[in-house]
């Protein structure tokens, strides 16, 4: 469907839910702005717990991702733990280690902290060797002032093929042997599915941490790729649950689901945390927390124990479906085949939703600079249509790119 078809298909479904207009009525009332600012309902009860995969381990089913400066925010960190919120997630090169360090100093502040939280870090270098496993970790473990990782993911995989190998199956069983890490497994926002197909048919993976949202849970594919991870004992952690897009956002579409959400008590965001939650399936949400507004929203949502209805999980099923060309589902094999491999359609997409959906410019920039962007200028226009019409969620490509070289070079 293109994109043209697309922006139909959003009025549409607008129209039908009696919501075309509720953005400029919002954005002209202020009532926008009040949601987003409105202080959210203090967290009560106690944050659920699931169990994640064949590991055993119960954890809270929000998890703290600490992609921000926690050395300056320790109060985040003590509020998550006070709040239930006791699965960290980290990297070694999130903020350039400092997101490591500041737990590190949490903890030895705070030593008894250490056996509460289940703590997850990870690794990425595009040669994924033993030295560079071994360097990453013993690093994440003097950061982090921790003699053992709870779980330990390469990070960011694009492939199967870049993990399924016997140096790395190795690696992880002396580390476990050692004592350095109890549980092992990746984390991935690109191919996801044919790499949790693969995944499934391992018997040394115990969990996957991998970008699953109310957007995206509804593909055949993930469906089937979830069910065999799950079927295969393997833990399941969701990211990226917001859904969020490297399109514009047009005063139009969010302030739909607010409207929808507000009337029954919660956020949009909150819903879409519920929407993921609906699936048992799922052990943790791990969601970015830096400031106390999000973690208490969000562990207000956990602890809250109502239920999407069906009907609210068929509407938001629906909205996913209206603006599906403002989302990248991560599918880059499609389009950078198209592409001959000219560029890397996917990343640049992440980049863009840095910029769009987290208004992140640093961080899109970074992510920019780090890609290799000089097979965009020889791509033509016959290419990138070619892209356009096999990309399943009708983004409009060539546009895309033009803009991610305009706003991030
Ligand atoms: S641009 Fe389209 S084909 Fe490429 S990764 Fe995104 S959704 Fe998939």
Known sequence: MSSKDQNGSRRD?????GLAGVGGMLAASGGLALA????????????????????????SSLA???????????????????????????????EGGRSEEGIGQFFKKNPQARGQVFLVTKSYDS???????????NQSLKRMNTSYIDMWFVHSLTSIDEFNKPHIKAWAEKAKAEGKIKHFG????????????????????????????YRIMHNQKMKDAVKACHEAGIGLTAMKTMGGGPVKF??????????????QGYSAEQAKLKAVWSDERIASICSQMPNLAILSANAAAAMDKTSLAAEDLRWLKQYAEATRCDYCAGCAGICEEALGQAAPVGELMRAMMYYRSYGDLGRARDLFAQLPTAGLASLSAHDLARAERRCPQGLAIARLLQEAQEHLA
């Open 13 to 17: 479904f607008l129209k039908v839910m």
């Open 36 to 59: 987003a600012t409105e202080p959210p309902a203090p967290a009560s009860g106690a944050m659920p717990q699931r169990t994640l995969g064949k590991t055993g381990v119960k954890v």
């Open 64 to 94: 703290l991702g600490t992609m921000w400066d926690t050395p300056t925010n320790q109060i985040v960190l003590k509020q998550a733990l006070k709040l239930g919120v006791t699965y960290w997630d980290t990297a070694e090169s999130y």
């Open 127 to 137: 040669t994924r060797t033993a030295q560079i496993f071994d360097q990453h970790l």
């Open 186 to 213: 990746f984390s991935t926002h690109k191919n996801m599915e044919d790499i949790l197909l693969a995944a499934a048919k391992l018997d040394w993976v115990d969990a996957v941490m991998m970008t699953y949202n």
């Open 250 to 263: 047009d005063g139009e579409g969010d302030p739909a689901l607010a409207e929808r959400f507000l009337k």
